[in-house]
């Protein structure tokens, strides 16, 4: 079993002093709490008896419903029948690898990936290939000449594991010619893709991209969604829909896990979307998350030396910032913790030890002035190390990784990028 970035850092940052750019979490301080008072009001009236009792191990009909109702503002339709309410996303990803995963099996994953996978990948025993990414998201023709390897070794993954829009952690989507491809692929090759989709309807500019299980159909494409990102991650409640082999067997692993998911959480659900338009909620949160996001890549740009490089998302949580080299961020980190301020590693996203000059920050529990004091505590750190490696070295301090592109647009104090730009075949 591996250790969780996310596990090792919560402890330190729930210390008040402590500014964290570290966790994925939605700022829960945005829900009314008239709104709450009155959806516990509405269940302790109406439903009291049944919130305190053992529900079924697929969830209830009115939480599918709900479920249903998210999916098709993102335009798919499912049927509640192939829905499994589950103890969060992260509980899908876990089901799902239980599921189908046998110690050595290969999954594929993009590189970097969501952190909180990659222990339950580990504690499972899989071989993860990772796929690298640039700034239209995964590189699908090295997908492709990875399966081809695999092929000729006798190896087969057991499904593909992907975040297509406003990646985790590098805030990058997949394009659609890529998405299109991807699909097809799974279908010729009669691959199983899991498509993690937390951050879709948290859009800050551009169009919305259709999500695979539209250009899938449900034939091979399992769909795992959450709460956690448009109403709070404390009812602990996601969802997975998955083709009905599949969904029987996640079904069974759910049982032995848990027996069933909250039936209180599921009822708060239901109650919330029959008291309020929950569309409105998330637009305001889009518009809070929209602003934090400029503040942190404008803070980027102020405190953040030349060398270093960063994503700009349209959507979604997180930054992905990547420094010169001979920087570990590892270490940096636990330099920056002396100064009271936390970020995510870049290794963590990895399982080859890959990504140890970046970093994934955060943007949407801060308000502005803490993201600005925070980035400028990390930024004060970095510009010591690369003074001192200059000093070390008597090399120029304007280092750049060796991986790194041309910077999209320059900016004052940094350079700001989309990851890497996708590479084009020549035509024909």
């Known amino acids: 079993m591996k250790s969780s970035a996310m596990r090792d850092l919560m402890a330190v940052t729930q210390r008040p002093e402590v500014i964290s750019l570290a966790g994925g979490l939605p700022d829960t301080s945005t829900f009314p709490p008239d709104t709450f008072a009155a959806v516990a009001q509405r269940i302790a009236t109406e439903s009291c008896a049944k919130a305190l009792q053992y529900g079924p191990t697929e ?23 192939d829905v499994i309410v589950t103890t969060g996303g992260q509980q899908v990803i876990d089901l799902v690898t239980k599921t189908l995963v046998d110690p050595g099996d290969v999954v594929v994953a993009e590189a970097p990936t969501y952190p909180g996978a990659v222990p339950t ?28 390897r695999l092929e000729r070794d006798g190896r087969k993954p057991k499904f593909i594991y992907t975040v297509p829009t406003f990646q985790n952690p590098a805030g990058v989507s ?32 551009g169009e919305a991209l259709p999500p695979l299980r539209v250009l899938d159909g449900g034939v091979y494409v399992m769909y795992l969604g959450t709460f956690s990102k448009i109403l709070s991650p404390g009812i602990r409640l996601g969802w997975v829909v998955a083709p009905p082999p599949v969904l029987d067997k996640i079904n069974q692993g759910k049982a032995g896990a848990d027996l069933c998911s909250s039936t209180l959480s599921q009822l708060l659900v239901q109650a919330y979307f029959s008291e309020v338009r929950w569309r409105d909620y998330v637009d305001s949160l889009t518009e809070i998350y929209r602003q934090r996001r400029d503040t942190m890549l404008d803070a980027l740009a102020r405190h953040f030396p030349p060398q270093a ?47 140890r000059n970046s970093m994934r920050l955060n943007f949407s529990i801060s ?7 925070g980035v400028r505590r990390i930024g004060s750190v970095v510009e010591e190390l690369v003074a001192l490696y200059g ?31 996708r590479r084009r075949r020549a035509s024909g």
């Not at 009909?61 to 049927?79: F, L, Q, S, Y």
């Not at 349209?314 to 100064?339: K, N, Q, S, V, Y």
């Not at 308000?367 to 004091?373: C, K, V, Y």
């Open 59 to 81: 969830g209830l009909d009115g939480t599918k419903a709900c479920i249903a109702e998210v999916m098709h503002a993102e335009g798919m339709r499912c049927d509640p029948e």
């Open 121 to 148: 990948f580990s504690s499972y025993q899989a071989d993860v290939v990772q796929i690298e990414m640039d700034a239209d998201g995964m590189r699908v023709d090295l997908l492709e000449e990875a399966l081809d």
């Open 174 to 205: 997949m394009a659609l010619d890529r998405r299109h491809r991807l699909v097809e692929i799974a279908h010729q090759r009669e691959l199983l893709v899991l498509e993690d989709n937390p951050y879709g309807m948290l859009r800050y500019e």
């Open 309 to 355: 490089e960063w994503t700009r998302p349209g959507g979604g949580l997180f930054i992905w910032a990547t420094l010169p080299d001979f920087i570990d961020t590892t270490d940096l980190l636990a330099r920056c913790l002396r100064d009271n301020v936390a970020f995510v590693p870049g290794e963590q996203a990895y399982l080859d030890g890959r990504g």
């Open 367 to 373: 308000d502005e002035e803490t993201i600005r004091e």
């Open 391 to 421: 000093t070390l070295t008597g090399a120029e301090s304007a280092v750049r990784s060796p991986q790194s592109a041309e910077p999209e647009a320059p900016v004052e104090g940094g350079q700001v990028l989309r990851m890497p730009e």
